[in-house]
């Protein structure tokens, strides 16, 4: 009879990378105005999770976030962010990221 043992590997270069992107937030946090925090609060306040974790927004929220982000993170993004899902899914996880910081959550 075989026992199965499952082993767990550390991804370390996921570890780095999330850690560069909160470094990166925790700048912006500092720049971040007061009316502009207030709009992003409001706005991703309305943004939730499903029961697996997934976010779930609609095209005018994340229409609506676009400012802000090229504002603060990269002014190079376009206005087309929804061509393959991913673009705008990155745009409301960092925004909801900043929120979470601002409000000083540290999730």
Same mark, same amino acid.
């Given at each position: 009879?075989?026992?199965?043992?499952?082993?767990?590997?550390?991804?370390?270069?996921?570890?780095?990378?999330?850690? *560069?992107?909160?470094?990166?937030?925790?700048?912006?946090?500092?720049?971040?105005?007061?009316?502009?925090?207030?709009?992003?609060?409001?706005?991703?306040?309305?943004?939730?999770?499903?029961?697996?974790?997934?976010?779930?927004?609609?095209?005018?929220?994340?229409?609506?976030?676009?400012?802000?982000?090229?504002?603060?993170?990269?002014?190079?993004?376009?206005?087309?962010?929804?061509?393959?899902?991913?673009?705008?899914?990155?745009?409301? *996880?960092?925004?909801?990221?900043?929120?979470?910081?601002?409000?000083?959550?540290?999730?």
């Amino acid at each position: 009879m075989v026992i199965p043992i499952y082993s767990k590997k550390l991804n370390i270069v996921k570890q780095k990378t999330d850690e *560069k992107i909160m470094n990166n937030i925790q700048k912006v946090a500092e720049n971040v105005s007061l009316s502009d925090q207030l709009e992003i609060e409001k706005i991703t306040n309305q943004i939730n999770y499903d029961a697996r974790g997934n976010i779930q927004y609609s095209r005018n929220q994340a229409k609506n976030l676009l400012p802000y982000f090229q504002k603060y993170f990269d002014p190079n993004v376009s206005g087309s962010i929804f061509g393959c899902g991913g673009c705008a899914q990155r745009l409301v *996880k960092t925004m909801k990221q900043l929120t979470n910081y601002l409000n000083g959550k540290t999730k």
